[in-house]
């Protein structure tokens, strides 16, 4: 089933038209104040006359300003109105404190003239958008606080362990001198380092250190993983670090209205102050 077409009537003679027989669309229709089909047009000399578009500039409907209007008003609706009312309250509002912030702006330093980063550091600080990455901000802060003490306290257990190592005496007799501690659980060894004592004795192995083969170059082995270790927490803190100094200056820029200005209106015409 066909759509009904779009039709116009003429506001002299009422004879109907298709819009698109007048190349007249129906949004535009939407904006006539009074249409005039072309014989009308040439028997009076009238034009088809127009409404202007609503003075909210976010609207695209007509304002209420027209021959047959009961109420004239440049605003579509009352709701329109009171937007563009509120708006300029609120720019007016932003401009004195602009003002009040070049009061504290070096000579030397560039104050921008553009109103539009004055309302969006408003906006943007008042948003919810920017509330909620504030709340994330500080929990990853908190969270890599968290993470930051173990790393510092895994690096030191670390040297504990390597402390230990240095510390076993040489193989008798050419035995294999592999001792077992080396071999248990990082957890365990957290908790001998905050006890500041070595785990228990374990087993020793007796074998010939040419006969076992599980354990060869054992020392050097053991010292070689421990550095790694090491260095991998070390990379842990330095990426903690980079992304600790991000975010406090991502929450520094959220709240420093000079330097959200200058970034939103980059390009904008200097003022002198």
């Known amino acids: 089933m066909n759509s009904p ?19 007249i669309d129906e949004k535009q229709g939407e904006f006539i104040d009074l249409h005039f ?17 609503c003075g909210n500039p976010a609207c695209e409907k007509p304002g209420r300003v027209g021959t047959h209007q009961g109420y004239l008003s440049k605003y579509c609706s009352q709701n329109c109105g009171m937007q563009v009312a509120r708006a300029r309250l609120e720019l007016a509002d932003m401009k004195r404190k602009r003002h009040a912030l070049t009061q504290h702006v070096q000579e030397d330093e560039p104050v921008y003239s553009a109103s539009i980063p004055d309302l969006v550091i408003h906006r943007q600080l008042q948003s919810q958008l920017n509330t909620c990455s504030e709340q994330q901000d500080q929990q990853r802060l908190q969270q890599i606080k ?36 080396l071999t248990m659980d990082d957890a365990l060894w957290m908790e001998a380092y905050r006890a500041a004592q070595v ?17 060869t170059q054992w020392a050097r082995l053991t010292g070689q993983v421990l550095a790694l270790e090491r260095q991998e927490q070390l990379h842990v803190l330095q990426r903690l670090r980079r992304e600790k100094q991000l975010i406090q200056s991502r929450k520094q820029h959220r709240h420093d209205p000079v330097h959200l200005a200058q970034a939103v209106g980059h390009g904008a015409k200097k003022v002198n102050t």
């Open 146 to 181: 968290s993470i930051r003490q173990q790393a510092l306290e895994h690096v030191e257990m670390i040297a504990f362990k390597h402390a230990f190592l240095t510390s076993l005496p040489e193989p008798d007799n050419g035995t294999c001198g592999f001792d077992g501690r």
């Open 5 to 23: 077409r779009f039709m116009i009537a003429c506001d002299r003679c009422d004879q109907w038209f298709h819009g698109e027989c007048i190349g």
């Open 199 to 215: 785990p228990p004795t374990a087993e020793v192995c007796s074998l010939g250190s040419k006969q076992c083969p599980r354990h």
């Open 37 to 53: 089909c072309d014989r009308c047009s040439q028997e009076t000399g009238k034009t088809t006359s127009w409404k202007p578009k």
